[in-house]
């Protein structure tokens, strides 16, 4: 066996140890096919109010600019699919990814062990861990490793786990053994492309940002336009319609990650609680939650949008 072949299946077994239930690797080179896709999905406005994606253009599709000396990305998924969702009927919803703690720190601490544990067996490697903080196109990264392909919803599908997971980085200066991407099996379904209630998938494999639910219940800082009224399906932070829809997703099983796990009220509360929350209960239900993004005031906004 070649060291390279040695380190990636020690980097892959590591990952599966702290919890990545699937690792791919690429080679850290210039998304050629991406940057035509980027430039005009920037040009015609898809990406709304989200103007931080314009910048660093280029470190978004060369990872050798982040990274000096960069040789391989490897690619990790984390599931976050819940045991059970929201209870009452009626009740604006949340996106399964924020039922818990926010990933970004509890994936950004296994990146850090993974990352100390390549140094101490492998000896002295330079690079970074990503968690979608920084400008690097993570289903790119994760297609061309071969950890899903593209859906028509433009999230990655994994055969064997639909697509309820996370998608972390490492960029390093050590040459591993790639993994090439597999074969699209979306074939003719257009099942999420057909549930979209505000149109954001405006054809296969294209989303409008400004028309996602969740970019206009996350991102979004102004008000909501009134051309979505009616329109969101009750939801209050960001969408899943997409992913429940998808037959890929029938093979989602749930996760094992305590964090993940969401505050005891959550889904429970019923559409008169959310109506009515307190300052004092949004700091404690959503106290680690990705939710404090959006703030009590915002949530409040999106609640009152949703259900007046």
Same mark, same amino acid.
């Given at each position: ?8 299946? !020690? ?10 239930? $699937? ?6 080179? +210039? ?10 999905? !920037?040009?015609?406005?898809? @990406? ?28 990790? !998924? ?18 399964? $990814? ?26 002295e490697v ?33 055969p064997k @786990? ?21 074969? /699209? ?65 029938? +093979? ?10 969401? @505050? ?11 109506? /009515?929350i307190s300052?004092?209960? +949004? ?26």
């Open positions: 066996m070649s060291n390279k072949s040695k380190y990636t299946r !020690l980097i892959k077994d590591k990952a599966k140890e702290l919890g990545f239930f $699937y690792t791919g690797v690429s080679k850290a080179d +210039f998304l050629e096919e991406e940057a035509g896709q980027l430039e005009d999905w !920037l040009k015609n406005g898809k @990406h709304g109010e989200m103007t931080y994606m314009e910048n660093h253009f280029d470190k978004r599709l060369d990872p050798r600019i982040l990274v000096d000396g960069a040789k391989s990305v490897v690619s990790l !998924l984390l599931n976050y699919f819940p045991e059970a969702s929201e209870q009452q009927e009626g009740a604006p919803k949340i996106s399964k $990814y924020a039922y818990g703690e926010d990933y970004h720190f509890v994936i950004k601490d296994k990146l850090k062990a993974l990352f100390q544990f390549i140094q101490d067996e492998i000896g330079g690079g970074r861990v990503f968690v979608d903080s920084a400008p690097v196109m993570d289903k790119a990264w994760a297609r061309r490793s071969g950890l899903g392909w593209m859906g028509k919803n433009a999230n990655i599908i994994h @786990h639909g697509s309820f997971f996370f998608i972390a980085e490492l960029i390093i200066d050590l040459e591993l053994e790639e993994d090439g991407p597999i074969k /699209d099996y979306c074939g003719t379904c257009t099942k999420c492309i057909d549930a979209c209630p505000t149109d954001a998938i405006v054809a296969p494999y294209k989303i409008d940002g400004s028309k996602c639910i969740s970019y206009l219940t996350i991102e979004l800082k102004d008000q909501i336009p009134s051309e979505f009224k009616g329109k969101m399906d009750n939801w209050m932070f960001g969408c899943d319609i997409c992913q429940d829809v998808c037959p890929w997703n029938r +093979f989602s099983k749930p996760h094992n990650q305590a964090e993940f796990n969401p @505050h005891d009220q959550l889904l429970r509360m019923s559409k008169s609680e959310w109506e /009515d300052e004092e209960l +949004f700091r404690e239900v959503f106290k680690k939650s990705p939710v404090k993004r959006t703030k009590y005031d915002g949530l409040k906004k999106n609640i009152k949008f949703i259900t007046y």
